[in-house]
């Protein structure tokens, strides 16, 4: 759909450390509990999760680090 879901990428890099990028991904509800973000890596407390997807993280770890690399880039 048109539109937009996010803030702007342009300059992350810049503006958040790897370490603030990480914590957004792996479960953004940490700093903003109202946010419609899911938890990337963050597997407890979840509901409505299917049987087969249930305890397991929607990114890897790796994954979740070659995101905040990529992210890093956005300078």
């Known amino acids: 759909f048109m539109g937009d879901i996010g ?9 958040l450390s790897a370490a603030q990028l ?11 509990p109202h946010t419609a973000m899911p938890p990337y890596y963050r ?17 890897t ?5 070659d995101v905040v690399a990529y992210l890093q880039t956005l300078r």
């Open 61 to 65: 770890a790796q994954q979740v680090e």
């Open 22 to 32: 990480r914590l957004r991904i792996v479960d953004a509800a940490v700093l903003n």
């Open 7 to 15: 803030p702007p990428l342009a300059g992350v890099g810049l503006r």
């Open 43 to 59: 597997v407890s407390g979840l509901r409505n999760v299917a049987a087969q997807y249930a305890g397991k993280p929607i990114l």
